[in-house]
């Protein structure tokens, strides 16, 4: 990879992140059926219609600017998902689960939230004008996905972990 100007950099950028993306398109539903709180099953499910629509605001983009992706596999996006894939192989479906799975879902929000942010910097300086607004409105979801991913840990989820592990060790106690 050669990249030797800051639009080269904005073109590889924006191919990572929407190779993210298609990766993400993937990994929200193995995460939604294997999570058991019902808010954060409707969580997933409502992020990956959001995703779907983050996709199409990327194919709008490319299409406003003209620029052509690579075709490149985001290797941290990839990272991520055989994190929560390890997640739900290693632990017992329930709140622990969950808890896990919300703390993995936060680690792709915020390297969503990175990136999209790198982008629209990238846009400004390139001149970009006409995309701001698309790149905007997809960084203003991730980081109201990930708010709504500490309301949900804070709301109960992270508890009922808790609770769940000290009956656990009540029961060996016994």
């Keep these: 990879m050669s990249i030797k100007t800051l639009e080269e950099l904005f073109i590889h950028e924006l191919s990572d992140i929407y190779s993210a993306e298609k990766q993400l398109t993937k990994a929200l539903p193995r995460m939604a059926r294997a999570a058991s709180n019902p808010q954060l099953v409707a969580a997933f499910e409502s992020h990956l219609e959001e995703t779907h629509g983050q996709v199409e605001r990327i194919d709008q983009l490319v299409e406003a600017t003209g620029v052509k992706l690579k075709r490149i596999k985001c290797a941290a996006m990839e990272g991520l998902v055989e994190e929560s894939k390890e997640i739900i192989d290693e632990i017992e479906k329930g709140a622990v689960l969950d808890a896990a799975l919300i703390a993995a879902a936060q680690r792709v929000e915020h390297y969503e939230i990175a990136g999209y942010g790198t982008l629209l910097a990238l846009a400004r300086q390139l001149g970009h004008d006409k995309i ?31 609770n769940a592990g000290a009956q656990k060790d009540q029961r060996k106690a016994a």
């Excluded at 203003?140 to 996905?145: G, L, N, R, S």
Aim: net charge negative.
């Design 132 to 162: 701001e607004g698309l790149l905007q409105a997809t960084l203003d979801e991730e980081k109201a996905a990930d708010k709504k991913l500490t309301g949900l840990a804070l709301g109960g989820a992270n508890q009922a972990a808790h």
